[in-house]
Structure formats: structure tokens, C-alpha cells
């Protein structure tokens, strides 16, 4: 495929599970954009990747060991990768009924994660340049805990409503845009969290960007 004098490359790729009760997921995507969905099957992923520089071609590699699946997506080499205007674009859907440890980087990447639905053990996020917004909207069987690096640039975070919900973070709270939630000390919680048994939580480690959260449906 052809964009103006640019041309894109793509391919689809779908991961099946074997005997896996559990998956760790790491997806590493220096620049572009990235799009991650719930899925619903037996699949562990189906992606869906677009790029015009042969360094982006992203690797998919699975393994299961005993009854954990292990999935990373990343390209073969990606250390000598310029900043100039590329197309990067991987949308990749993840089983939402397997428990999942989800690992993020991102360099100069805009990024889309809607994790509605999903079964979250623990959530790493690594930003760098680039915008990202966070869905956790939806309903929620059980809590899990977050650790988000955020870089440079606008951070968005959608708060879920039927599960308690905490954020803290180490430099104070004044670069969060938070009307939905309340301040108790240095942490930012919903309505729920003083309720609830098994919360999500998320410790925030602040960078040079904004930080938004707004109260999902």
C-alpha cells in the first residue's frame, strides 16, 4: 500500500492459546501509534501492524511456560530508528478473559489502551513523547495495581465507577486535572474506594506532561 510517496507495509497476525491460565503481554513500540482492544475467543492476540521503515516491523513472539503464556511484540531493531515522520500503526487486541500482566513502552508513540472488560492482574506503562489515554471504564471483578511512568505530553486516564479507584503519585497532585475524583491527603479516590476491599490503584510517576482523569460510565 501506497500514502503519497510513502510506502506502508502491513500484516495481520493472530496468536492461539495453548494450555496458558495466565498471560504477560509486553508490547514496545518506539514511535507511532498503538491501539490496543479487548478481545473476545479463545485467541491470546489479533494484530493488525502498518509501517513504511523496515526497522518497525514488529516481532510477535510467543511461548508458554507450564500455564503461563508469554507474549511480546516489538521490533527486531529498533536503536538507530530516527524521529522523522514515519507510519507505525499497531492495532493489537488481547484476550479480555485470561488474567493478563500488561507491560507498555512507548517512545514517540501516541497511544490508545481500552482496557474495559479485561482481566487485569497488574499494569506497567513506560511513555515517553506523545499522547496516551487509559480506558479503565466498565465493569470490574477485582482490582489490580498500576505503575505509570509518564513522559512528555498529555496523559488521560478514564476512572471506573463500580470498583474503588486511588491514585497517588510522589511530586503532589498539581499537575493532575482531577473534578471527578476527591482529594484525601495526597492521593485522589473515588466514591467507592473507601469501600472497597480490592480497589484499583495506581501510583504515578509524574513527568513534563498533564495528567487528566475523568469519571467513565
Not at 188 to 206: A, F, K, Q, R, T
Amino acid at each position: 500500500m501506497i500514502f503519497g510517496k510513502t510506502k506502508v507495509e502491513q500484516f495481520s497476525r493472530t496468536v492461539t492459546k495453548e494450555n496458558a491460565e495466565k498471560l504477560t503481554a509486553s508490547l514496545q513500540i518506539p514511535i507511532g501509534d498503538l491501539n490496543v482492544t479487548p478481545l473476545s475467543g479463545d485467541q491470546i492476540m489479533e494484530g493488525d501492524f502498518s509501517f513504511s521503515k523496515e526497522k518497525l516491523r514488529p516481532e510477535v513472539n510467543y511461548t508458554e511456560n507450564q500455564q503461563t503464556g508469554m507474549l511480546i511484540v516489538k521490533p527486531e531493531n529498533s536503536s538507530s530508528i530516527s524521529f522523522k515522520k514515519h507510519v507505525n500503526e499497531w492495532r493489537v487486541k488481547l484476550n479480555k478473559e485470561i488474567p493478563l500482566e500488561l507491560k507498555v513502552q512507548s517512545g514517540a508513540a501516541k497511544a490508545s489502551i481500552d482496557l474495559k472488560g479485561m482481566n487485569i492482574s497488574s499494569l506497567h506503562m513506560d511513555m515517553g513523547v506523545g499522547g496516551t489515554t487509559i480506558d479503565l471504564s466498565g465493569d470490574w471483578k477485582r482490582g489490580f495495581q498500576a505503575k505509570l511512568n509518564c513522559g512528555v505530553g498529555k496523559t488521560k486516564i478514564i476512572v471506573p465507577r463500580n470498583i474503588g479507584f486511588k491514585l497517588k503519585t510522589d511530586k503532589g497532585l498539581g499537575k493532575i486535572d482531577s473534578t471527578d475524583l476527591m482529594k484525601i491527603g495526597g492521593t485522589l479516590v473515588n466514591e467507592l474506594y473507601e469501600e472497597s476491599g480490592d480497589p484499583i490503584e495506581i501510583h504515578l510517576n509524574l513527568g513534563v506532561g498533564k495528567v487528566e482523569l475523568e469519571l467513565g460510565n
